[in-house]
């Protein structure tokens, strides 16, 4: 929040005419403190708004000479991730109110984007040249839910505003498709087929956040470790290649050494191929800041690490299992690559000499250490 503060500081002192939209500014009161100068404020995907500012303090627009630095801009938009991959958002927003979280008080409940739209940005990011899409929103498995799966048309077609059939339909564009934020939904289920069966990537990006039955109740999270478990085996059963990644909080308000030992179980029970782990710190306007018994920043630390030595030693097996086989990796610069069960930024890479950037490759695998994997070009 400061650093949003700050550059809306530095915007006025560069422009003098500054006009707040995003997240933000649904405290509006905080940046009229700090900066009462600015011209408007306006909340998150509010472009009508943010339009209506414009006009009042600049008048009507007129009709502009060309601007090739604007009027060129791309069908595809501008991004800021590599040419090769990018990032599709889905919905904005969230119907769950997870005491740790303050989405929805700032981006509001879920909203889904229509599916026809989705689907022509991905067309036009795949005509640009991306060859991987990495699906996002705040809850990917609730696609549509808000619209009641509104039938929309893609291609004149009629087709669904849902996760399935949207997962269906970019498995069409031949790209690599990889998942993120995945609730363990029971229709999350007729997904995993499509992976069996190369259409997506097999990954799965699902927020478990915890195992411990009271913490997963005090964090209303919504779901059961034991369920948990039976789906996981569930879907490798169905796609033995299935890469399961995760994000785990450890000393949340009340979590005693019993709920922490319950994790540890649970983890080496999953056998989950890519976990990250915070140790839990309070977020202005979270629930859980009431919450009694915080956990001492010490032991929050000490369980974090305990908990990431337990997911190395799984690691390592699994990466280990991997040498002597081909795999086919997606470079991202020259000597590095990421599998189908590497994400960008948040997994671990392929390192091998060569390979030219945005280009498919096989790499066979000579080595493994927790968290990467080494080998050589094919």
Not at 156 to 168: A, E, F, I
Not at 218 to 229: D, G, T, W
Not at 272 to 295: E, H, I, K, Q, T
Request: aromatic share 6%; with cysteine; charged share 25%.
């Amino acid at each position: 929040m400061q650093e949003s503060l700050e550059a809306i500081g530095e915007a006025l002192t560069e422009n003098g005419k500054v006009v707040v939209t995003g997240c933000l500014g649904v405290k509006k009161e905080l940046i009229k403190d700090v900066h009462p100068s600015v011209l408007a404020i306006t909340g998150p995907h509010d472009t009508p708004a943010v339009m209506r500012a414009v006009h009042a303090y600049f008048g009507k627009m007129r009709p502009q000479p060309h601007n090739p630095y604007v009027d060129l801009v791309p069908p595809q938009g501008i991004k800021l991730t590599p040419a090769h991959y990018a990032y599709l958002k889905i919905s904005e927003g969230c119907n769950h109110r997870c005491t740790f979280c303050i989405i929805p008080s700032m981006r509001g409940d879920l909203v889904s984007r229509p599916i026809a739209e989705v689907m022509l940005e991905a067309e036009n990011l795949v005509k640009a040249g991306v060859k991987e899409l990495l699906v996002i929103s705040q809850d990917t498995s609730a696609y549509g839910v808000d619209v009641k799966y509104r039938t929309g048309f893609v291609g004149g077609r009629p087709m669904k505003t849902r996760m399935v059939d949207l997962c269906q339909a970019l498995g069409q564009l031949g790209i690599w498709v990889r998942l993120h934020y995945v609730y363990p939904y029971p229709h999350v289920d007729e997904v995993i087929p499509l992976m069996a069966e190369g259409k997506i990537l097999p990954y799965l990006d699902v927020p478990f956040q915890h195992a411990a039955p009271r913490i997963l109740k005090l964090m209303k999270r919504p779901a059961s470790a034991e369920k948990v478990l039976e789906r996981i085996r569930a879907w490798r059963a169905s796609c033995p290649e299935i890469a399961i990644r995760s994000t785990f909080i450890v000393g949340f308000p009340g979590e005693t050494e019993a709920d922490f030992s319950l994790l540890l179980q649970f983890l080496e029970q999953a056998q989950l191929d890519r976990v990250g782990c915070f140790a839990y710190s309070p977020v202005d306007g979270a629930a859980a800041n009431d919450l009694p018994d915080a956990v001492p920043a010490a032991l929050k630390e000490e369980r974090r690490a305990r908990f990431m030595a337990a997911q190395e030693k799984i690691s390592a097996v699994k990466l280990q299992a991997k040498i002597g086989r081909t795999v086919e990796v997606l470079v991202d610069e020259p000597g590095t690559g990421r599998s189908k069960a590497d994400a960008p930024e948040i997994d671990g890479v392929v390192r091998f000499r060569g390979g030219e950037a945005g280009r498919f490759a096989k790499v066979l695998i000579n080595r493994a250490d927790e968290h990467d994997l080494y080998g050589e070009l094919q």
